[in-house]
């Protein structure tokens, strides 16, 4: 079945920009109807939903980054990735990006596992 | 942007016990709401989707109900792999705040 896994540095240092990668497996990432989106959680606190892609390359971002997020999609490599600029301390969180089934009412269905990113210098 | 508001924040429960958790949208949404579960250390799980749907594989003790702004996630009958905290989500947008589900 598919399956998503976050890679990416765990340290970013403050005002650089944080690059996190999203592979799929088991399945193609430009197969049925499916955005690919990333979520992060800082320790302890709920879950903040990033942004969105279609396979198509349309976005979704949310307005409170939308300022600093980029995320884009690589078909051939069936991946997806996030670039969020200018980070903080306030970055600092779990990172996981997921798929957003259109089948489902836009639900997120599989979850990559998550991968810690901590801003410090 | 649709802000979602859960309730309680948290709520402490026995096993066999009826759960149930609220989570308002700002505005209405009509049925693009999902609700998840997430344990310490792992990712979220989906549970309903559609406001009302139980996801392929989750247990019938699971229900949820509503459409518009006001919506409930149900636990008919607390088990102890239940205790976990408990999210609400605007179609592949904003999540609400969570509700821990403790051991009482």
């Known amino acids: 079945q598919v399956q998503l896994q976050e890679s990416g540095p765990g340290l970013v240092k403050p005002s650089q920009t944080l690059s996190l990668t999203c592979t799929v497996s088991?399945?193609?990432?430009?197969?049925?109807?499916?955005?690919w989106s990333w979520i992060r959680q800082p320790a302890g606190k709920g879950l903040e939903w990033i942004g969105r892609?279609?396979?198509?390359?349309?976005?979704n971002y949310n307005p409170s980054l939308k300022s600093r997020v980029t995320i884009s999609v690589d078909t051939s490599k069936n991946q997806f990735s996030l670039k969020l600029s200018s980070v903080t301390a306030a970055d600092t969180a779990v990172y996981y990006c997921?798929?957003?089934?259109?089948?489902?009412?836009?639900?997120?269905?599989?979850w990559g596992q998550g991968t810690m990113v901590t801003v410090s210098s | 942007d649709i802000q979602m508001t859960q309730s309680p924040s948290s709520v402490s429960a026995s096993v066999g016990d009826r759960v149930t958790i609220t989570c308002r949208a700002s505005?209405?949404?009509?049925?693009?709401l999902a609700w998840y579960q997430q344990k310490p250390g792992k990712a979220p799980k989906l549970l309903i989707y559609?406001?009302?749907s139980l996801q392929s594989g989750v247990p019938s003790r699971f229900s949820g109900s509503g459409s518009g702004t006001d919506f409930t996630l149900t636990i008919s009958s607390l088990q102890p792999e239940d205790f976990a905290t408990y999210y609400c989500?605007?179609?592949?947008?904003?999540f609400g705040g969570g509700t821990k589900v403790e051991i009482k």
């Open positions: 997921a798929r957003v089934d259109g089948y489902l009412f836009d639900a997120f269905d599989i």
């Open positions: 088991g399945g193609s990432i430009s197969s049925g109807s499916y955005y």
């Open positions: 892609i279609y396979t198509s390359g349309s976005t």
């Open positions: 505005q209405g949404i009509s049925s693009w």
């Open positions: 559609a406001a009302s």
């Open positions: 989500q605007q179609a592949s947008g904003t």
